[in-house]
């Protein structure tokens, strides 16, 4: 069973930068893709980015790209989102995600990951 936490979260002023980490154990880090996603009351969950086992591919939703920034570091088992130029619209609980796969790439659907950590809150004033 992979157990998987997030963690960086807080309140922040739009324009201000923070950093979320998230680990997971009880597999081998380098076998998981990974996965960011948000979901602010009253909406549905959805991606922030995900990053492959290597992470050499990822993708990003819409709303933050060219803002926010994934990269995981196999070694220390972690995975790492980047956040900057934050704005209220960025105001919701991050999810960090994971699941097995054997290929090079990530998923988009939340419905694809296995294994989920309880949340870290993220709230931007303006």
């Known amino acids: 069973q992979v157990q998987v936490a997030e963690s960086g979260g807080g309140f922040v002023q739009a324009g201000e930068s923070l950093r979320l980490s998230c680990t997971a154990s009880?597999?081998?880090?380098?076998?998981?893709?990974m996965g960011w996603f948000r979901q602010a009351p009253g909406k549905e969950r959805e991606l922030v980015s995900c990053v492959s086992r290597s992470g050499s591919n990822s993708l990003y939703g819409e709303s933050v790209e060219g803002r926010f920034s994934i990269s995981r570091d196999n070694a220390k088992s972690t995975l790492y989102l980047q956040m900057n130029s934050l704005v209220p619209e960025d105001t919701a609980m991050y999810y960090c995600?994971?699941?097995?796969?054997?290929?090079?790439?990530?998923?988009?659907?939340?419905?694809?990951?296995?294994?989920w950590g309880q949340g870290t809150q993220v709230t931007v004033s303006s």
């Open positions: 009880g597999m081998t880090f380098d076998d998981l893709t």
């Open positions: 995600a994971a699941v097995k796969t054997l290929g090079p790439w990530c998923y988009k659907s939340s419905y694809e990951y296995d294994y």
